[in-house]
Every structure is written in C-alpha cells, then in structure tokens.
C-alpha cells in the first residue's frame, strides 16, 4: 500500500511540474500570437503595395499609349 507521507510530495511535484509547464506554454503561445499579428500587418501592407503598383503599371501603360497617339498625331499635323 502507499504511504500517504510519500504521495504528498510525489502529488505535489507533479502539481509544480505541470503548472511550470503550463506557464511556460502559456508565455510561449503569446508571445508567437505577437509576433504573427505582426507578420499580419505586414502582410497586409504589402498587399497594398502591390495593388497600388498594380495600379501604377496600368496607368503608365495608359500614359505611354496616349503619348504614342499624341505623337502620331504631332508628326501627321507637321506633314500637312
């Protein structure tokens, strides 16, 4: 049979080893949600940098078409 005076300590070291543990993973897991909200942000901004450069392409593609026409138009202008 077991003595209760060696289930004590036993009971409570296995009590100090899981509340260790737990802290331990505790402080973990926050500080890993930290650090991928950051990684979420930044992410994000990223996104936005590439849909406004997107953008930008599109526009200068735009803009260069326009200057090609408006060119063929100086050069047809200059020989009439």
Known sequence: MID???LVPCAFTALMAFAG??????????????????????VEKHNGVVERTYKLESDVATMWRRHDELKDEVHESKAN
């Open 21 to 42: 543990s737990w802290f331990a993973f505790s402080n973990r897991l926050t500080r890993v949600e930290t650090k991928i909200d950051g990684l979420s942000e930044r």
């Open 4 to 6: 209760l005076s060696t």
